[in-house]
């Protein structure tokens, strides 16, 4: 006789196959080269419109996750910015990051942290789904490293970055 948790199992493997066959969505896919690492942290990032961000620029926003080429974020909305500075902090230190946004997606993002692109949302019934609790619509922001950048005041603070000292 099967236990509960095996009959538990084979339901969670059901469910999964029904939502693939019925999924025309497409997936998170995995878009970086290097491992990434989760991120579950709160971060200040400010856009680069045409001039460097000044001090109230920054806003907080919680991460998801991180590696050597680049970060992914949560904003409400899609970002208005293609080029950002990513404040990363640590009790003694704080380094400057230039970076560009490479993707974004709706998704929805539960209480737990799991992410879900919000497009897939619709195939779950709600008799299928765990108590996850209730999901907050989100767009997942993934932005690629270009360069350290070193806030400075003055003549030639306001230059245009370039994009062509990436670090990786």
Not at 130 to 150: A, H, N, Y
Not at 154 to 164: I, L, V, Y
Request: proline fraction near 10%; aromatic fraction near 8%.
């Amino acid at each position: 006789m099967p236990t509960f948790e095996a009959q538990s199992d084979a339901g969670f493997y059901e469910l999964v196959h029904r939502i693939l066959l019925r999924s025309d969505a497409r997936t998170l896919q995995e878009r970086r080269i290097r491992p990434r690492m989760e991120f579950n942290t709160e971060q200040r990032i400010a856009p680069w419109v045409g001039k460097p961000p000044r001090e109230s620029d920054f806003i907080t926003v919680r991460c998801f996750d991180l590696n050597k080429g680049g970060i992914a974020f949560f904003l409400d909305e899609p970002p208005p910015f293609s080029k950002l500075v990513v404040e990363l902090k640590c009790p003694q230190n704080r380094i400057y990051v230039l970076a560009e946004v490479a993707h974004h997606a709706p998704v929805l993002l539960f209480p737990n942290g799991d992410i879900v692109l919000q497009e897939a949302g619709d195939i779950f019934e709600e008799e299928d789904l765990p108590d996850l609790g209730q999901p907050v619509p989100k767009i997942l922001v993934g932005c690629r490293f270009l360069s350290r950048w070193t806030p400075c005041e003055g003549p030639g603070a306001s230059e245009k970055p370039s994009s062509s000292s990436r670090t990786g």
